[in-house]
């Protein structure tokens, strides 16, 4: 039952801006964490950021700075604000949410870096 829905994936210049957002639906409790993961051609996936129920955040160290992540609780939705794009930020996005012993995966949005 559980869902997740990701938008905001998109062409953007190098220096500009977007926004991913991931909605999960079909939750009775609230998640642990939820995080966003990329995965660019030719490379394994890698996390990007994460935050707890209690706010608490964790980023890349190619990313601090630049991407921001947020999550609204009451609907349990995350946030990765991404500022200042790079062409080696191009890959596809991912969204997972989990509690210690589950995670659910979205399907992945595609971010690409191009001038």
């Known amino acids: 039952q559980v869902q997740l829905v990701e938008s905001g994936g998109g062409l953007v210049q190098p220096g500009g801006s977007l926004r991913l957002s991931c909605a999960a639906s079909g939750l009775f409790y609230s998640t642990y964490v939820m995080g966003w993961y990329r995965q660019a051609p030719g490379q394994q996936r890698e996390l990007v950021a994460t935050?707890?129920?209690?706010?608490?955040?964790n980023y890349a160290d190619s990313v601090k700075g630049r991407f921001n992540i947020s999550r609204d609780n009451a609907k349990n939705t995350a946030y990765l604000q991404m500022n200042s794009l790079k062409p080696e930020d191009t890959a596809v996005y991912y969204c997972?949410?989990?509690?210690?012993?589950?995670?659910?995966w979205g399907q992945g949005t595609q971010v690409t870096v191009s001038s």
């Open positions: 935050i707890t129920n209690s706010g608490r955040t």
């Open positions: 997972k949410i989990a509690w210690p012993t589950a995670e659910y």
